[in-house]
């Protein structure tokens, strides 16, 4: 049993049941209690080792009446700031028009930057302060959120700046990421390599000025940018001290996931065309792959990431919910485990462990969230279910009974709201 820290604890959770998310596995402990002593976790163990004096110690005992808990979901992958809205395009794709047509009447992601370089940064405010909360009510106590609708220098701050005060305002911890490398904006139709050395050469020296970024993405595809302007984003974000993520292979297979593990990126995500020796790259470099069912789903598509050879390279899998307003729209963190399960065959097992200890390890957070273990942030969610495999099992039902974020009580099932 390890030992408890001395001193009072501030909470000590009882008779429950525990899926701890370390070693790579559920680690279940059954008949569990769990102590959070300020903003950190303890001590986790079974209750019959609680030693006798326990009570007197405790400010509070929660008695959990047999019901679980996880860690809070990591959602590692998102683009929650925008303006305006796509469902237009959505009824135009089931009238069946194609991604051309749409964006030939002005639609597409371009409807995006210009909805959100229009909007007041207080406007942005509000509209992802509605997102955010709806995350957060679903159990997601840790949050990447990427810029990337702007596409000026301008609008690329305002979005940062609109990202710091989220964090500000909620509970839950906020990854910022850079994407100003997310398309090629109109006014630069014809001069990509302009566009990225406006990217290299005044965006990402002004995003280290502000302070907020902590690692930058860039989509490397046909259809927006190119191995080598890919090269050139990551080895400034490298000088400037960033972290490297990437859109990687959701189209066609770029050999971005091999650039990217030359850069040892935190991680990269969609994948569905990845090759074998990218997967290798990936494996030696210790990249996390990053699933997004909900894209797949969204856009119909077939080609399914290869979670195989995950498997057998011992890459770690997070899945996120991507959410945005083109192509995966999705609000739930529990509806994405249920579709990583039937879309991309992952066990109920991986997709948990992708949501929770794979996503912190996709934005480099594992030592501190992830995985209820002794000294980590004390970032749970209390559940009433019969078993994890419910969260994959009951498509987007969140029955949490408790929220927990670095040792404060957020909400409860009871009425107190966030």
């Not at 990202?163 to 398309?183: C, K, Q, S, W």
């Not at 990551?234 to 993520?245: M, S, V």
């Not at 065309?273 to 598509?301: C, D, I, N, Q, W």
């Amino acid at each position: 049993m390890p030992p408890l820290l001395p001193g009072k604890i501030d909470t000590l959770f009882t008779h429950c049941h525990l899926a701890a998310m370390a070693d790579a596995s559920l680690s279940v402990i059954k008949e569990a209690a769990l102590a959070v002593t300020g903003k950190t976790i303890s001590w986790v163990g079974s209750q019959k080792d609680l030693p006798d004096d326990i009570t007197p110690r405790c400010r509070e005992i929660i008695d959990c009446n047999n019901r679980w808990i996880l860690p809070g979901f990591v959602d590692c992958h998102t683009h929650l700031v925008w303006g305006g809205s796509r469902s237009n395009e959505f009824e135009m794709r089931l009238a069946g028009a194609t991604y051309q047509e749409i964006s030939q009447v002005g639609g597409g992601i371009f409807a995006t930057v210009n909805a959100t370089r229009n909007a007041s940064s207080d406007a942005l405010f509000t509209l992802a302060a509605k997102r955010v909360d709806t995350l957060l009510k679903q159990g997601i106590t840790t949050l990447e959120i990427k810029s990337g609708y702007g596409l000026t220098l301008e609008t690329e701050l305002k979005l940062l700046a609109v990202i710091r005060r989220l964090e500000e305002t909620f509970p839950l911890h906020i990854a910022a990421t850079f994407l100003g490398a997310h398309a090629l904006p109109p006014e630069f139709t014809g001069n990509p390599d302009g566009y990225i050395d406006l990217v290299t050469r005044t965006m990402l020296p002004a995003v280290k000025a502000q302070g907020i970024a902590t690692a930058v993405d860039v989509f490397c595809e046909h259809l927006a940018f190119s191995l080598d302007q890919t090269r050139r984003v990551f080895e400034t974000a490298k000088h400037l001290g960033l972290n490297i993520k990437l859109h990687a292979e959701q189209l066609s297979d770029s050999n971005g996931a091999e650039l990217a593990a030359q850069f040892n990126a935190l991680s990269c995500d969609h994948l569905e065309y990845l090759s074998l020796s990218g997967a290798r790259a990936m494996a030696r470099h210790h990249v996390t792959a990053v699933l997004l069912p909900g894209a797949f789903y969204f856009l119909k598509e077939t080609q399914k990431p290869p979670v195989a050879t995950f498997r057998n390279l011992k890459i770690p899998m997070a899945v996120s919910t991507d959410l945005n307003p083109g192509s995966s729209p999705v609000h739930s963190m529990t509806l994405i485990l249920n579709m990583a399960c039937l879309l991309f065959d992952l066990t109920c097992e991986e997709a948990l462990l992708g949501a929770t200890i794979n996503g912190a390890r996709a934005l480099g957070l594992d030592h501190s969230k992830g995985s209820l273990e002794a000294g980590k942030d004390a970032d749970l969610v209390v559940w009433d279910i019969e078993s994890p495999s419910d969260l994959c099992y009951l498509a987007g039902l969140t029955p949490i009974e408790q929220v927990m974020i670095r040792g404060k009580d957020i909400a409860t099932a009871k009425g107190c709201c966030f």
